[in-house]
């Protein structure tokens, strides 16, 4: 069906962005038919490229004068087929390329969406931090992108996805409204309307500008390379360091295909390519924290069989060593002539047996499969070299790929961990999630954009929406999945724990758990899941979670947002949502879990938690000051330093009092790592003026004292508040007609 | 709907090339022009899908979409260092450019151009009228028009130099001897850069090597090819592997990166020739850039000014040949000269053999970035060793009133030498 552009709107369009910034003529858009997944095509009937804001938002309007749909694009470098505009009009915003602002002292930067990733962290480098997302395409795709594909990349492992480091976006909505959407940074903020953007693939509308945050550079880095004999080996030997307490930079893995691949390109590494598997671990932090880390790592290694552990020495190096991780998807271009590229996640505990599973079906199908991908976080990247001119190998291709994926949701996975769903992924959402949350997410998009014009026919099949149910299904139809195998469940526990796999990093708990029962059960494996919101800890897991409560380790350790995974809630109609997974990568379908988070009763009631759970610091310690005999410079670089504390805060003379100093201001901190760390965090306090040790306990009094200074929540704007309350409303109450009486 | 292209033509002959690319993007941010005009029918991945469409047939060669797409490429290959899965960039743009000529003629630009450089005795008149231009100082003059009137005069201008102090090396002899080299001489090198040839010749005596003569050579073809011209590349390539082989030398020195990475692709150019594929091969494997030899002789440390010097690496030495770290020894033997990086220095600046002739207006939006990068080094040199890049670069910076000059690497060394004599 080819839909015709009506001449107006070209006028229009051109009128705004300049006859050289529109393309009409058929082979001038053949180019934009793909991204970088070429196995769609699809091409679009018009794409306009505005150079600046003012011409982006107005050719917006314009498309939603003339309800015309339209797609958004960056650079085109998905994996998801999301950025296709089949007959409609293609938003190129790669030329909206301005670093508008950098703040050094707030560590924050202030992008057009078509900044490239790198290009930012190039930038900023002089101040010594860095964009910490980094996505493989990290030189080439732009932020606009990562934002709309909460992209992940391989430090995200440690460091978290794009939504842990957006802090705002300026959209501007489908139908031409324009609003600013901030990170929560208060109690009660509402519906975390930005948690639900980014990620939404550009079905909720465009940014304008991204504020991102900007991360200190490590002051050390070890990068290791540790070769295994079976790619078993290689998993459990993550599954091992992960379980040690180490938060690896990041944990990569490639198997022996993707080596050779990896080796016969210009970006060779010197990865040995008689290996079954090799094992890319990058430790970063403190320079007292790092090399006792890195000597875990290496024990690890080699009691897991590792033939050979090398690491970089310099920074020369560590580039080459990653620059072959980073390639790999290109360097298999070089094995056959087209490839399909799988992103799916499976719980890390799993790995090993997935891996198994997965060479299993490749063997059976007659295909090859190299695996590349985040180990880490259990991120699989099974990619397959074929020839799509061969069709009974594109059958085999096909029939693999979907078992592969019915292999990770049975093994309680997900089908996405940062490539998003678009076009390619679509046919596996409903075997993934229920009728009720496909019509949940259906709902969130209908609150953004009521119309459904952007970026029509991506991520939820338009048959799950209940108002669409009924219509003629047509061509996203959920694939047949084969009968999966089953995977081992835990035993239910009646502590409140619906399942815990600490290998995993993961627990699942029911609402009414408190936080200090959720501590004894996680400390018991030298884990903890710091949410730690001022006050103690007989606040429930709900509650929290409900309220969105805010704490002072939020900025080291994580804001509840940051450190949910999914929940289940009951919402105002009665309906059950099942909302993200236990995995810790999840970009498959819309975000309802960020939505909920701090939304109080409006969206209905949380039962149930997946929480991310953190190694709990070996050694930890709280040190105090008094303020007045504080050097404040050497205060400010202490706490923006490598040894940067858990939590700093100022506490008034009163509590000074009550932990038995003079009353007086006191900076307090509390501090925790590996010994060599708080070591040298005790050391590096100590130039700020003379320290006193504290027992940990006197951080429970300083939680239960605080916050000290109140939060100011940002400006909020008319145009934020109809989207709120068009949210809240997708999931109110079902209202009975009103009858007339009289 | 065209017409799929027939199995015979250049196209379709290079077209696994083509299935190397897996469309990752990867070449976006390397390509100036896509950068310059942030629209991927101005990409590498862009073009190759368009050559891939041509190939099918669902689009025709002389489509104008196609051919502004094409004709917009500066043939940097820039994209084919960023390039994971190796796409032979190069190679298919000088098939896709001579499968065009069937369908479309080379612009009458090009055209001229190209046949005064096929004609020997043609090109030595052209350039005696260049010189007596330059040395009229009308060229600096004229270099002042608006827009494109006004860069040929500017690329003229910017070949301006002192007067050398030549001096005489010894013509190295025993243990100090390395191999026998023959130049390149090249046809803009000689005719307008002819101090620059001989100071080559005398630092590659410094540093050991001797000198054969092969007086048959000509034009390399590059710009040729480049244009889709494959015959008449073809005839220079075997003119010059016969020039060569008759010189007897061992090596053969090219100071030009554009004509050196022709030179080393000549195996490639006459690859279904049988009579000369094997010759063509054996020939390129003996061709080095200058900077090479000399980093492979140390080169010997020389005296130089002291100078802020900053360096651009031409395409055709840092993508085509890959030839990165030679030209940093060479600057890193001249005492005084104190080495500044220039950000996106892998960057092309628009030269592009005579790219910047044919498409003015992109080749100087690809050169604006580059002049700011000088400009934020505060380098007095910017060194580069291709002569379309020397002129690009100084030409921009006479029309901008600038103090910085273009050299090439090897007048520093020369200079450097030449206090010693």
């Known amino acids: ?742 | 709907m065209a017409e799929p292209l027939g199995a015979h033509t250049p196209l379709a002959r290079a077209a696994a090339g083509l299935d190397s690319c897996v469309h990752c993007g990867f070449c976006l941010p390397a390509c100036p022009t896509y950068l310059a005009v942030a629209d991927e029918n101005a990409s590498p991945r862009g073009r190759l899908v368009l050559m891939r469409a041509a190939l099918d047939g669902e689009v025709r060669l002389d489509d104008p979409d196609i051919t502004a797409a094409l004709d917009t490429c500066l043939g940097c290959r820039a994209c084919e260092t960023a390039c994971p899965s190796g796409v032979p960039y190069g190679q298919l743009l000088e098939a896709t450019r001579e499968t065009q000529r069937a369908v479309r003629p080379i612009p009458r630009v090009g055209r001229l151009v190209l046949a005064t450089f096929a004609r020997p005795s043609l090109l030595r008149v052209v350039l005696a009228a260049a010189r007596l231009v330059r040395v009229t100082g009308v060229a600096r003059v004229l270099a002042r028009l608006p827009g494109a009137l006004g860069t040929p005069f500017a690329l003229l201008a910017s070949t301006v130099r002192e007067r050398a102090r030549p001096y005489r090396p010894a013509v190295p002899a025993g243990e100090d001897r390395r191999a026998t080299v023959a130049c390149l001489t090249g046809c803009v090198m000689e005719g307008l850069f002819t101090p620059v040839n001989r100071a080559t010749e005398r630092v590659l005596m410094v540093n050991g090597y001797a000198l054969r003569r092969a007086p048959a050579q000509q034009c390399c073809g590059a710009l040729h090819i480049h244009a889709g011209d494959a015959d008449t590349a073809r005839r220079l390539a075997r003119t010059n592997i016969a020039a060569f082989e008759a010189s007897g030398a061992e090596l053969i020195a090219v100071n030009s990166a554009g004509c050196g990475a022709m030179l080393k692709e000549y195996g490639h150019v006459l690859h279904d020739d049988p009579a000369w594929a094997d010759r063509a091969a054996a020939f390129a494997g003996r061709v080095r850039d200058v900077s090479e030899l000399l980093a492979a002789a140390g080169p010997r440390p020389s005296r130089g000014e002291t100078r802020r010097v900053t360096y651009d690496a031409p395409c055709h030495l840092q993508h085509a040949q890959r030839v990165v770290t030679p030209p940093l020894a060479v600057l890193g033997a001249i005492g005084g000269a104190a080495l500044v990086p220039l950000a996106g220095s892998d960057q092309c600046c628009g030269s592009a053999g005579i790219y910047n002739l044919l498409e003015p207006e992109t080749a100087d939006a690809v050169l604006a970035p580059k002049l700011d990068a000088i400009a934020a080094t505060g380098a007095e040199v910017v060194v580069t060793g291709n002569p379309g890049c020397l002129m690009q670069i100084g030409g921009g910076l006479v029309r901008a009133g600038a103090t910085t000059v273009a050299r090439h690497p090897i007048e520093l060394l020369d200079a450097g030498y030449a206090r010693e004599y």
């Not at chain 1, 301005?98 to 790198?118: C, K, S, W, Y």
């Not at chain 1, 069989?305 to 690491?311: K, S, Y």
């Not at chain 1, 949940?440 to 939820?460: I, Q, T, Y």
């Not at chain 1, 039962?607 to 709280?622: F, G, H, M, N, Y």
């Open chain 1, 1 to 742: 069906m080819r839909v015709s552009i009506p001449a107006a709107l070209v006028a229009e369009l051109t009128r705004i962005v300049g006859p050289r910034h529109i393309l009409t003529r058929g082979p001038s858009l053949i180019a934009y038919e793909s991204d970088a997944l070429p196995g769609y095509r699809q091409r679009p009937a018009l794409a306009v490229f505005p150079g600046t804001r003012d011409e982006t938002i107005a050719v917006v309007r314009a498309l939603a004068a003339h309800g015309a749909p339209f797609v958004a694009r960056g650079a085109g470098t998905g994996l998801s087929g999301g950025a296709l505009a089949g007959d409609v009009t293609l938003l190129g915003l790669q030329r909206l390329k301005r670093i508008i602002q950098v703040d050094v002292e707030a560590r924050t930067a202030l992008v057009e969406p078509g900044v490239v990733n790198a290009t930012l962290t190039t930038a900023v480098a002089q101040f010594g931090v860095h964009y910490a997302p980094d996505p493989s395409s990290q030189t080439a795709c732009t932020i606009g992108g990562n934002v709309a594909e909460n992209a992940g990349g391989p430090h995200c492992l440690k460091y978290g996805v794009t939504l842990n480091h957006v802090l705002a976006a300026t959209v501007i909505l489908p139908d031409g409204s324009i609003t600013t959407l901030h990170a929560p940074t208060t109690d009660d903020a509402g519906p975390d309307l930005l948690g639900a953007f980014v990620g939404s693939e550009g079905c909720f509308g465009v940014a304008l500008d991204v504020t991102v945050r900007l991360t200190p550079d490590p002051e050390a880095v070890r990068t290791l390379l540790a070769d295994f004999m079976t790619v078993e080996s290689a998993a459990r030997c993550t599954t091992a360091i992960i379980a040690a307490g180490i938060v690896p930079a990041a944990c990569e893995l490639m198997d022996q295909p993707t080596i050779r691949a990896v080796e016969a390109s210009i970006y060779a590494a010197g990865y040995p390519q008689d290996a079954a598997a090799v094992l890319l671990v990058e430790v970063d932090g403190s320079a007292a924290a790092v090399p006792a880390d890195a000597a875990i790592i290496e024990h690890l290694c080699r009691e897991h069989g590792a033939r050979q552990v090398t690491v970089a020495i310099d920074g020369v190096d560590r580039a080459r060593l990653w620059q072959g991780r980073k390639k790999a998807f290109g360097a298999m271009g070089r094995v056959a002539p087209h490839l399909v590229v799988q992103d799916a996640v499976v719980p890390r505990s799993q790995l090993a047996d997935v891996l198994t599973r997965i060479a299993e079906i490749g063997t059976r199908h007659r295909l090859t499969v190299c695996n590349v991908f985040h180990a880490g976080d259990g991120n699989l990247h099974p990619n397959i070299p074929y020839d799509a001119n061969d069709p009974d190998e594109s059958a085999r291709v096909h029939d693999a790929m979907t078992e592969i994926m019915a292999l990770c949701i049975a093994a309680g996975g997900t089908i996405s961990g940062e490539h998003g769903v678009g076009l390619d992924k679509i046919g596996y959402m409903e075997s993934l999630f229920t009728a009720d949350t496909l019509d949940a997410m259906c709902r969130l998009r209908g609150a953004f954009d009521p119309e459904r014009r952007a970026n029509p026919g991506k991520v939820v099949p338009i048959h799950s929406c209940r108002e669409w149910h009924g219509l003629a299904r047509s061509g996203t139809d959920a694939l047949p999945m084969p009968p999966a195998p089953v995977f081992r469940a835990l035993p239910p526990s009646d502590d409140g724990v619906i399942e815990y796999i600490p290998s995993d990093l993961t627990i699942t708990v029911q609402a009414g758990v408190t936080l200090a029962e959720l501590d004894a059960i996680t400390a018991a494996y030298a884990q903890w899941c710091p949410l730690l919101p001022w006050g103690d800890d007989t606040v429930t897991v709900g509650e929290v979670l409900r309220r969105g409560l805010r704490g002072p380790a939020n900025a080291a350790l994580g804001a509840p947002r940051d450190l949910t995974r999914g929940l289940t809630r009951i919402d105002q109609r009665g309906v059950t949502i099942v909302a993200g997974g236990r995995v810790v990568k999840n970009v498959a379908g819309f975000d309802l879990t960020r939505l909920a988070i701090g939304a109080g009763d409006a969206l209905g009631t949380i039962t149930s938690a997946t929480l991310r759970l953190r190694a709990k610091p070996a050694v930890r310690a709280a040190l105090a000051i008094a303020s007045s005999a504080a050097d404040r410079a050497a205060w400010h670089a202490f706490g923006r330093g490598p040894c940067a504390p858990l939590a700093a805060e100022e506490i008034p003379a009163a509590v000074a009092a009550e932990l038995g100093f003079a009353a007086t201001p006191h900076l307090v901190v509390w501090i925790g790592g590996n010994e060599a760390h708080v070591a040298a965090t005790v050391a590096a306090f100590a130039r700020v003026g003379p320290a006193h040790a504290l027992p940990e306990s006197a951080w429970r009094v300083v939680r239960a004292r605080g916050p000290f200074v109140r939060p100011v929540a940002p400006a909020s704007d008319p145009v934020c508040e109809a989207l709120r309350a068009r949210v809240i409303a997708a999931f109110a109450p079902l209202r009975l007609p009103e009858t007339h009486h009289g």
